[in-house]
């Protein structure tokens, strides 16, 4: 029972550089998120999926893409990297009950981001 | 205005005391309401989802939700050094979930 996937675990870039952040669930839920989380600021929601096929902005989306493959699958891109992005990177996915709640995010073991 | 607020900490106790953890969110309209545990540098795992008003009880952790004010508590009993992490509350609205900063607790043996 794997949960929520992420790789890499660790990277290192140079200024300018791009890369994918890969992440994928098994639990069949419709909802995927990316955030980051810099010391003391929390949490920082950068793009979600509310289902496949549709994708929205967070609260930082500056600088990043993502992709929602398919169910299982939501990457995120960094185009030209900046060493303000240098950040911890979670992935998150959630189900949903009906109208009115939803099912706790699970998350991956995130990807520690250098950028020099 | 942040749509979720903690009190950063870090919050001590002694070992055995209860921890009260305290959130607050702005908007009355969220529907859904969890409490995470996150030790240094690993990622957020569940502690507690709660979804009406009033108090749920798992182990040693008690949720309380009020939505008249506007806060969702955390009280753990019999503190332990190994709880001794961050804990972030989250807030469901409208497809997300928006997290506080999180409240650092040392558990004290």
């Known amino acids: 029972n794997a949960g929520v996937t992420q790789t890499p675990k660790f990277q290192v870039l140079k200024t300018g550089q791009s890369m994918t952040l890969q992440c994928a669930q098994d639990m069949n839920h419709n909802s995927m998120y990316w955030y980051r989380q810099d010391p003391g600021m929390g949490l920082r929601l950068i793009y979600y999926?509310?289902?496949?096929?549709?994708?929205d902005k967070g609260e930082v989306p500056n600088g990043y893409n993502v992709s929602r493959l398919n169910k299982r699958e939501f990457s995120l891109r960094l185009e030209s990297a900046a060493p303000s992005q240098t950040s911890v990177y979670f992935c998150a996915s959630s189900g949903l009950w009906g109208n009115l709640a939803n099912q706790p995010q699970h998350f991956g073991d995130g990807t520690r981001l250098s950028i020099l | 205005q942040k749509e979720v607020e903690q009190n950063s900490g870090p919050l001590s106790v002694p070992e055995g005391a209860i921890a009260s953890l305290n959130c607050t969110y702005s908007d009355r309209g969220s529907q859904s309401f969890f409490w995470y545990r996150q030790y240094s540098g690993k990622s957020p795992e569940l502690i507690m989802s709660?979804?009406?008003?009033g108090d749920k009880e798992d182990g040693r952790f008690t949720a309380q939700l009020n939505k008249a004010s506007q806060y969702v508590s955390l009280l753990i009993r019999d503190s332990q050094p190994s709880d001794s992490a961050t804990y972030l509350c989250?807030?469901?609205?409208?497809?997300?979930?928006?997290f506080g900063s999180g409240t650092k607790l040392n558990v004290k043996p």
């Open positions: 989250a807030v469901y609205n409208f497809n997300k979930f928006y």
């Open positions: 999926s509310a289902s496949e096929g549709t994708t």
């Open positions: 709660i979804y009406s008003n």
